[in-house]
């Protein structure tokens, strides 16, 4: 999203909100919420994204590029 298209649906909002106090609270809420859930995410993918890395995945497996967990265990020694 641009600015100015993130500038519109920000004067959008202020006025689907006028005046009402408890729409206004009920939106300050909601906007706090999400963003502390999304502050716990560790990593967020789309699903074309995560689709992709399937699919890459698949062709890794395919094409014997893989390791085996012993293997990882010890590229990845925290990985107990």
Not at 7 to 14: M, S, V
Not at 54 to 60: K, T
Request: neutral net charge; contains cysteine; aromatic residues 4%.
């Amino acid at each position: 999203m641009t600015a100015l298209e993130l500038r519109q649906k920000e004067k959008e909002l202020i006025r689907e909100i006028n005046n009402d106090a408890n729409l206004l609270e009920s939106a300050l809420k909601y906007v706090k919420r999400k963003k502390r859930e999304l502050k716990n995410i560790k990593c967020q993918f789309s699903m074309e994204e995560l689709e992709n890395e399937l699919q890459l995945s698949e062709q890794d497996i395919k094409a014997g590029n893989v390791y085996t967990q012993e293997e990882m265990k010890k590229l990845h020694p925290e990985w107990k």
